[in-house]
């Protein structure tokens, strides 16, 4: 096996497959970055059992020269941390021997011990199920907006991730752990009439968010147990949870007594300013009190200190009367999730959802369920 790259844009690839290297695992070879050399590609691969990244990189671009075809495994923490101590602009790998290879620039040579390739487990990355092609900016968007609501630890299993389904032509990426709800609608464009639904764990989109840019298109395809996101030259297949996502649907409140319309960044910082830090960095409790064309925001933490304010810049719709305490971090979390300049903020009642939106993005919606006060 021997070939030339660029180093650089060789470290930016394996780099890809290293973030989801799971080092304390208790098999050797689950450590390590499979490089696979064809006659027209090479193959980067790791994984971590949950979580599977192939990236491809093709004969004749980034100063890849093939010249022998081969594989080995090798731990990619190490390797990453020598390519970047070497100075050249190409650099050249050649294996001489079943666990050695040479790693060489103009004025310096490595010599390295690879790993039993033997030893890592064969992934079959997807090709055949549901499959949609969406704008990868709306993606990295969408998760972002809705990974919010996702507690990875929940008790509920199916709770821990982010669920992806179409209903005709509209995919939507929810996120719940029972106490508020994140939903994004995306228009597909055409009406998709096989089934596609999938959990994705939370780690997984941790690490899928990462490699998502602002540009180009992503391939989603769910098969069996796994969905696998394509993006530019990189594969990453994730196994999915297991359960029921529960229907959100009937969470949204279809009427409302009170709606207030305020500009985002003045009621994120009213809402700032009443969540009182402390030691334990706890979320702190906000009472909300609509009175006509006051709003009054109250807190309190026992030993720290309280909050009282009265807000005024707002237009109100419906009802003149609410009073109602709610987590002062779920309602952060949803404000910061919009980019418009305005929000809408829905109320029934003390013991309904509030249901946060905007006319300026009416693919996003977020609920808060409130909390009582004692």
């Known amino acids: 096996m021997y070939f030339e790259i660029n180093r650089n844009y060789f470290i930016d ?43 491809n990189i093709f004969a004749d671009t980034n100063d890849l020269k093939i010249k022998e075809t081969g594989s080995f495994l090798i731990r990619g923490k190490n390797f990453i941390e020598i390519l970047r101590r070497m100075d050249d602009e190409v650099i050249s790998m050649n294996k001489v021997e079943t666990n050695l290879i040479t790693l060489s620039g103009e004025k310096s040579e490595f010599m390295l011990n690879v790993m039993d390739e033997q030893d890592f487990p064969t992934i079959s990355f997807k090709e055949i199920g549901s499959m949609i092609e969406v704008e990868t900016s709306d993606i990295k968007k969408s998760l972002n907006q809705t990974i919010i609501s996702v507690d990875e630890y929940n008790q509920k299993i199916v709770l821990q991730g982010i669920n992806f389904q179409i209903d005709s032509s509209i995919l939507y990426i929810t996120g719940t752990d029972g106490k508020r709800v994140s939903r994004k609608k995306i228009e597909l464009g055409e009406v998709y009439n096989d089934r596609f639904v999938a959990n994705v764990p939370f780690k997984s989109v941790s690490e899928i968010m990462k490699l998502l840019s602002d540009k180009g298109k992503t391939k989603i395809l769910v098969s069996d147990n796994f969905v696998t996101f394509t993006i530019n030259n990189s594969i990453i297949q994730s196994t999915v949870l297991e359960g029921n996502f529960p229907d959100v649907n009937g969470v949204f409140p279809k009427d409302f007594n009170s709606t207030i319309y305020v500009e985002n960044k003045k009621f994120l910082k009213l809402i700032s300013r009443a969540d009182i830090p402390s030691e334990e960095n706890s979320s702190t409790v906000v009472n909300f009190i609509l009175s006509g064309e006051t709003i009054c925001i109250k807190s309190n933490i026992q030993q720290i200190g309280s909050f009282e304010e009265e ?61 009582f006060s004692s």
């Open 13 to 55: 690839e394996i780099s890809k497959c290293n973030r989801i290297v799971d080092y304390k695992s208790v098999s050797p070879a689950l450590t390590g970055i499979f490089i696979e050399v064809d006659s027209d590609k090479i193959s980067l691969v790791s994984t971590n059992q949950t979580l599977s990244i192939k990236t």
């Open 311 to 371: 807000f005024k810049e707002f237009e109100l719709k419906g009802l003149e009367e609410q009073n109602i305490f709610f987590n002062s971090k779920y309602l952060l979390d949803a404000l910061r999730s919009f980019e418009t300049k305005t929000i809408e903020i829905n109320f029934l009642d003390s013991k309904a959802p509030i249901v946060v939106v905007s006319s300026e993005d009416p693919s996003l919606s977020q609920i808060i369920l409130p909390m």
